[in-house]
């Protein structure tokens, strides 16, 4: 037996996105996960960090999803919506279950050891029948990664629909390229699969490493015009603590530059500055800001993630945004 939990009334939504959601267990020390005996419940999910994101800077947004009625699925859904996110497109199915994953914690600013258990979770199972079609297109702009994308071939199958429909309704589309080869058959299915979903995509957004994987170019340049050239209207590719390069057109105007990195005084955990970073490229165009403006949010953003345990804790507060002065 289905569920579909927190139906709202239609209102125009900003940004809706499709993804996974998970329980984390963060370790709360450093060490093999296998000694850690502390951990600490958090969210997890590429789609879901970025719809936190955008939530907590004042965007209406949408988040469609399975959860099991499991208590982890329980926790995520109670999370989600404390964030006011329209959770009325997540299905709650007794049948199924959870995801989760448990990531370890470092302490020299390396990537952090995770184990994923989520085979056969619940939001693996979607597939275009779970697409909304008014639902959907009734909202400003849609946000995708290549996570989701990567989880299954229906939700392979899932994400192009949902970027077909977004297209033909004449809305814009950001996609985040956010690569799992673990999670694809292969490196070769992985590049053809999440180059075809970013050629759908007006603003596109792949790390440095990604990009080489992905287009074979060695320079951000070549990254971008590789994308440009599949149909991209803007291409930022994020380069780390360097920054982003940034290269496309933009409200009728050619625009191309760099924006420099954030001083980070400690990197403690890297996962989700890509997601971060995603939000404050989204959040600023669709509010109207310059691509420079745009890329400089993001960069801000990526960089307090960088700071923080969680994938969450460092996405700020529209308070904490404008006291910035971004």
Not at 23 to 40: K, R
Request: glycine share 12%; charged share 20%; with cysteine.
């Amino acid at each position: 037996m289905t569920d579909s939990l927190n139906p709202t009334a239609a209102q125009a939504l900003d940004v809706i996105t499709f993804g996974e959601a998970m329980m984390m267990l963060v370790a709360d020390s450093p060490g093999p996960l296998e000694a850690v005996s502390g951990f600490h419940k958090r969210t997890a999910g590429a789609e879901t960090n970025a719809a936190i994101g955008l939530a907590r800077l004042g965007l209406r947004v949408g988040w469609a999803s399975r959860l099991g009625t499991d208590s982890m699925g329980r926790y995520l859904l109670a999370e989600m919506q404390r964030e006011g996110i329209d959770c009325s497109h997540v299905v709650c199915d007794a049948s199924q279950r959870t995801g989760f994953l448990i990531k370890g914690r470092v302490d020299d600013g390396s990537d952090p050891p995770i184990e994923y258990h989520r085979k056969g979770s619940a939001a693996s199972q979607m597939g275009p029948a779970d697409l909304d079609g008014p639902w959907l297109t009734a909202a400003r702009h849609l946000h995708a990664t290549g996570v989701f994308a990567a989880v299954s071939p229906s939700t392979l199958a899932l994400t192009r629909e949902t970027l077909l429909q977004m297209r033909a309704a004449g809305r814009s589309i950001s996609f985040d390229t956010n690569l799992r080869p673990t999670l694809w058959p292969s490196t070769e299915v992985m590049r053809r699969e999440v180059n075809q979903l970013a050629s759908l995509a007006d603003w596109v957004l792949p790390g440095i490493e990604e990009g080489r994987l992905l287009t074979g170019h060695d320079t951000p340049e070549g990254m971008a015009r590789f994308y440009l050239d599949q149909g991209a209207q803007l291409v930022v590719v994020k380069l780390g603590a360097q920054g982003a390069y940034y290269e496309g057109r933009h409200a009728g105007q050619s625009v191309q530059g760099r924006v420099a990195g954030f001083p980070v005084a400690e990197v403690v955990d890297t996962v989700g500055a890509g997601d971060g970073f995603a939000v404050g490229v989204v959040s600023a165009l669709l509010e109207g800001c310059s691509v420079a403006e745009a890329v400089r949010r993001g960069a801000w953003i990526g960089a307090r993630a960088v700071q923080v345990l969680g994938d969450t804790e460092g996405l700020p507060t529209r308070a904490q945004l404008n006291e910035a002065g971004l």
